[in-house]
Nanobody, 127 residues
């Protein structure tokens, strides 16, 4: 079992930066693939970024590439999403997800493939 606790959401202005944190409890963290997803009002949940177990592979959605950075600290059992140059279209509820069944170099971008989820944090960037 893996429990995920997120923090760091909020209201920021366009162009600002924000860091989301997700702490994992209950598993050997280095063996868990972690992902960040977001869901805007009226839209489907979409993949934002993911990092494989063992930090072998990192993947980003095209919409956030070069603006967002995912990282993990295995000693703190934490994964972070550093967001910069935020845009109004980044407004969404951001959730971290985890799974320990994926291959080492695999970061699935489909939400249904992840078994464990955090509660979600709102990020708002007014236009």
């Amino acid at each position: 079992q893996v429990q995920l606790a997120e923090s760091g959401g909020g209201l920021v202005q366009a162009g600002d930066s924000l860091r989301l944190s997700c702490i994992a409890f209950g598993s050997t963290f280095s063996r868990v693939t972690m992902g960040w997803f977001r869901q805007a009002p009226g839209k489907d949940r979409e993949f934002v970024a993911g990092i494989s177990r063992g930090d072998v592979y990192i993947s980003y959605a095209d919409s956030v590439k070069d603006r967002f950075t995912i990282s993990r600290d295995n000693a703190k059992t934490a994964v972070y999403l550093q967001m910069s140059s935020l845009k109004p279209e980044d407004t969404a509820v951001y959730s971290c997800a985890a799974d320990y069944t994926f291959l080492p170099a695999s970061v699935p971008s489909t939400a249904e493939e992840y078994y464990f989820w955090g509660q979600g944090n709102q990020v708002t960037v007014p236009s």
